[in-house]
T-cell receptor, first 112, second 110 residues
């Protein structure tokens, strides 16, 4: 069966510091991968998606970036965090053969 | 306006039925989804319905789709305290374009 992992689970970082969040998927190959941000009391905002290694599409211009160095690894990064980057970050995958997306447990990021 | 809209809160008593409503604007959506998010956790896919269906039932869950009004609902029968969570409606028409509502926080009172 497929599983999706995210780490860390929680993170507190000062403004201006770098960020690296990691997402990995097990039990499938060549998945579509997604990064979402969920702000408090709001829905999910799609940040990036990837259909393959090295292929990244950005949905929203911001100081975040994403990379996919391996087939089942998706990384969300920032060189300098802003207060507005605080939120709950969710990684999701999709098999590419269906429409439904499956979500990881999320990372709670607080920028202070 | 938002592509997918939901009311933000719903409160019911244990044992009652809950009905969570959602409206969407994009009539080309092929699938519509309901996800459940428990506190501090990711989203769990509950059920989905294809746009050529009117109803789908899965145990305590019933999904109704009114394509004319672009209205989707999720009915939870015999609501339990464990059903307390945020429920997200989402629409999609390909793998890379799924839009979520803001979520409805369901509170079940004993």
């Amino acid at each position: 069966s497929q599983t999706i992992h995210q780490w860390p689970a929680t993170l507190v970082q000062p403004v201006g510091s770098p960020l690296s969040l990691e997402c990995t998927v097990e039990g499938t190959s060549n998945p579509n991968l997604y990064w979402y941000r969920q702000a408090a009391g709001r829905g999910l905002q799609l940040l990036f998606y990837s259909v393959g290694i090295g292929q990244i599409s950005s949905e929203v211009p911001q100081n975040l970036s994403a990379s996919r160095p391996q087939d089942r690894q998706f990384i969300l990064s920032s060189k300098k965090l802003l207060l507005s980057d605080s939120g709950f970050y969710l990684c999701a995958w999709n098999s590419g053969r269906g429409y439904e997306q499956y979500f990881g447990p999320g990372t709670r990021l607080t920028v202070t | 306006g938002e592509d997918v809209e939901q009311s933000l809160f719903l409160s019911v008593r244990e044992g009652d039925s809950s009905v969570i409503n959602c409206t969407y604007t994009d009539s080309s959506s092929t699938y519509l989804y309901w996800y459940k998010q428990e506190p501090g956790a990711g989203l769990q896919l509950l059920t989905y319905i294809f746009s050529n269906m009117d109803m789908k039932q899965d145990q305590r869950l019933t999904v109704l789709l009114n394509k004319k009004d672009k209205h989707l609902s999720l009915r939870i029968a015999d609501t339990q305290t464990g059903d307390s969570a945020i429920y997200f409606c989402a629409r999609g028409f390909n793998n890379n374009d799924m839009r979520f509502g803001a979520g409805t926080r369901l509170t079940v009172k004993p």
